[in-house]
């Protein structure tokens, strides 16, 4: 089935590491976010891709860095993880950056850090 | 930046009743409201959408209407259903930069 998959699904991890959140969709989309859910906050936006090897800061980019070496691809990097870092981590993607197309979304990654 | 608030933040309703959730929105040239709804440990699933030229669109159960002189959009579900039961997201945007409302937890008693 055609989708957005996204991994690891959960991750507990310790203070001061590096990790990255990995996203892969096979719809041939063009633009692809990450967002962060947190309890009472809805999803914000941490960084968006409006197409392969362009990248674009977010409401919250601090403390995150993204790329997109290609259209399928768009990894999510931690460079040194904080608690407040500790949250549900989504990706999504839209056939074009226009403002009226869909947004899909992937069924995101648990992370904990501690 | 835009800023979307959404009312009530839980939502109880009684089976077969109508529930209804309103949201706001402060940039006058957003001109796509999505809605999502997200069960428990799932991800968010788009449900209806309305563009900015559109008062209103009806999905089966589901509408939404827009009011652009107000800034302010609402969902209804008619006849609700246990498995409505779940979280709904209203967004709002004008470029590729969704805006997410907080969330309004529903809940259906059988």
């Known amino acids: 089935i055609a989708g957005i998959t996204q991994a690891p699904t959960s991750q507990i991890l310790a203070a001061g590491r590096r990790m990255t959140l990995r996203c892969t969709q096979d719809m041939r989309h063009n633009a692809m976010y990450w967002y962060r859910q947190d309890l009472g906050l809805g999803l914000r936006l941490i960084h968006y891709s409006n197409t392969a090897g362009t990248t674009g800061k977010g409401e919250v980019p601090d403390g995150y860095s993204v790329s997109r070496a290609n259209t399928d691809d768009f990894p999510l990097t931690l460079a040194s993880a904080v608690p407040s870092q500790t949250s549900v981590y989504f990706c999504?993607?839209?056939?074009?950056?226009?403002?009226?197309?869909?947004?899909?979304f992937g069924p995101g990654t648990r992370l904990t850090v501690l | 930046g835009e800023n979307v608030e959404q009312h009530p933040s839980t939502l109880s309703v009684q089976e077969g009743d109508s529930a209804v959730i309103k949201c706001t929105y402060s940039?006058?040239?957003?001109?796509?409201f999505p809605w999502y709804k997200q069960e428990l440990g799932k991800r968010p699933q788009l449900i209806i959408d309305?563009?900015?030229?559109?008062g209103e669109k009806k999905d089966q159960r589901i509408a939404v209407t827009l009011n652009k002189t107000a800034k302010h959009f609402s969902l209804h579900i008619t006849e609700t259903q246990p498995e409505d039961s779940a979280v709904y997201f209203c967004?709002?945007?004008?470029?590729?930069?969704?805006?997410f409302g907080a969330g309004t937890t529903v809940t259906v008693r059988a």
């Open positions: 967004a709002a945007t004008r470029g590729y930069k969704l805006s």
């Open positions: 940039d006058s040239a957003s001109n796509y």
């Open positions: 999504a993607s839209s056939d074009s950056a226009s403002s009226t197309d869909t947004q899909y």
């Open positions: 309305i563009r900015s030229n559109v």
